[in-house]
């Protein structure tokens, strides 16, 4: 038995972490136990996912590390207006997204049997190009996300333990490194999705975004009754918050125009792989109704805690410390060792419920776009097509691990980037679903134009170093954030082509316009 009275404080932090990354790894287990070893039930668990399950899957997969640590320390720096820039808008958008695309997309996937959008929009395009283009696009967007999600727990780990092991010389504070502690996040993922694919993932998700929203809320209330020390909750709400500078209390300080152009950034989740897979995996169309209704309100549950704790953490003595490591340090400073144990784990269950989804999705998109569309399907068993799956989710963990190495980036700008990119196909997507005059010519010509606008804007930001990074076409007091010009130019290129290019063929159109 482990000796909790023998162990510092980093040490029970650090065993918490490590009994949960073990349930973690038991259910995965357990769902590789109900694997009927198909290809459709390792990538889309055989289309059995109800609403309930839908709903925490889908949450689940878009609440990352950007909501939590990420938020966290955006509002830390900037304040409270943090939360107007993307939550309030994200509720809305997202459920539009999941009723206007992902729907349709189900819809159409059940009919069709795709697996992937890629197949979409090969059947609807009428072409071969558009697949061969948008893989290594897709890809190339998600391996930022991954990022995201590895960087974050690597620093949530290493915060966490800070003084646990003193003499084993690994670090100077005796906390695990944030490589080691990514390496270990990455390897229990991998495990589990490894093992259970689709419906481990969705249980996995499930139980994830159940820790981290019923942890979140105690992390949040016992972090305001610590700094505001008031004899009620709603006393030591107005006691921290009467702390808080007045320049985090307000987004006055914020250019409208700025403001307002972050309402695009939401739209990314239409053209996300990872939902479009979880749209797949759905029961029903009637299934949707439960994940469109709720998103909303289960954001606004994680988003305003969130905001407000990093607005929280300007009250206090904290150190020059970057905006990543905020929340894990409040956890740190003023919650007692076994309960900043359980909080981290709710921390890291809001991360991995994120990148076991995006790993899945990849080796989909691998499997069949590239293999599975090139070659022989009915030479390749279905169990060697899950092998396929499984080989490439291992090589982009790698990559993704080896590039978390690179250096510090900070996990909201990282985040607003890898978003930006896929908000600048919505255009192609949206018109995909209810425009009969777009052609495949248009749609890679928006695609491109979507390639070309964001490396360049990216490469203007110093590849995401320069976290302040904006536009001003209207003159310096009117800032918009770059994904308004990456729409823009992707929608006009998508058009243009479209008008100057032959209409698709009436057989397509009747396939997926007529009533």
Not at 97 to 104: H, I, P, Q, S
Not at 222 to 248: D, H
Request: charged content about 10%; overall charge positive; aromatic content about 12%.
């Amino acid at each position: 038995m482990i000796n909790l009275l023998a162990m510092n404080d980093g040490q029970i932090r650090f065993s918490i972490i490590l009994v949960y990354l073990g349930l973690l790894l038991g259910l995965g287990f357990f769902a590789s136990r109900l694997f009927r070893g198909t290809k459709n039930d390792y990538l889309l668990a055989s289309h059995s996912i109800g609403p309930f399950l839908l709903l925490m899957s889908m949450f689940g997969t878009t609440m990352t590390a950007f909501a939590l640590v990420g938020s966290s320390g955006e509002a830390f720096k900037k304040g409270i207006g943090v939360y107007g820039m993307l939550a309030s808008s994200s509720g809305i958008i997202h459920s539009l997204c999941f009723f206007l695309v992902g729907v349709k997309i189900y819809r159409f996937g059940r009919k069709h049997g795709y697996s992937t959008q890629i197949q979409f929009f090969r059947d609807r395009l009428e072409s071969d190009l558009i697949g061969l283009v948008l893989f290594p696009i897709l890809v190339g967007l998600i391996i930022p996300y991954l990022l995201i999600g590895v960087m974050a727990g690597g620093s949530v780990i290493a915060v966490l333990t800070e003084g646990a092991f003193p003499n084993l010389g690994i670090s100077e504070n005796g906390s695990i490194p944030s490589q080691y502690g990514s390496l270990l996040i990455c390897g229990v993922v991998l495990i589990y999705v490894f093992f259970g694919g689709m419906r481990g993932t969705a249980w996995a998700n499930a139980f994830q975004t159940t820790v981290f929203m019923g942890l979140g809320v105690v992390t949040f209330v016992m972090l305001a009754n610590r700094l505001g020390e008031g004899q009620t909750l709603l006393e030591s709400l107005k006691n921290v918050t009467s702390k808080v500078p007045p320049s985090k209390l307000t987004r006055a300080g914020m250019s409208q125009t700025l403001f307002l152009s972050y309402m695009c950034i939401p739209l990314s989740v239409a053209m996300f792989p990872h939902l479009f897979q979880h749209w797949l995996t759905a029961k029903n169309s009637a299934s949707f109704k439960v994940p469109v209704i709720c998103h909303p309100i289960f954001i606004m549950i994680v988003w305003v805690p969130c905001v407000l704790l990093g607005v929280w953490g300007t009250t206090l003595d904290l150190p020059d410390i970057r905006p990543n490591d905020v929340l894990p340090y409040m956890v740190n400073m003023e919650i007692g060792a076994f309960m900043g144990g359980l909080l981290s784990a709710g921390i890291l269950a809001a991360i991995m419920s994120s990148l076991d989804s995006q790993f899945l999705c990849i080796g989909s998109i691998f499997t069949n776009d590239i293999v599975l569309h090139y070659l022989d399907e009915s030479k390749i068993s279905e169990k060697r097509q899950v092998w396929i799956a499984r080989l490439f989710i291992i090589l982009i963990v790698g990559i993704t691990y080896v590039l978390s190495l690179q250096g510090y980036r900070s996990v909201f700008t990282m985040a607003v980037w890898c978003f930006s990119g896929f908000a600048g196909l919505f255009p192609v997507v949206f018109a995909a679903l209810y425009w009969k005059r777009l052609t495949a010519a248009g749609a890679l010509s928006g695609t491109l134009a979507m390639v070309g606008s964001w490396l360049y804007l990216f490469q203007q930001s110093g590849y995401g170093a320069n976290t302040e990074f904006t536009l001003s076409p209207f003159g310096s007091e009117y800032p918009i954030m770059p994904v308004v010009a990456i729409i823009l130019c992707s929608t006009m290129a998508m058009l243009v082509t479209s008008f100057i290019t032959p209409p698709p063929s009436q057989k397509t159109l009747d396939k997926f316009f007529r009533a």
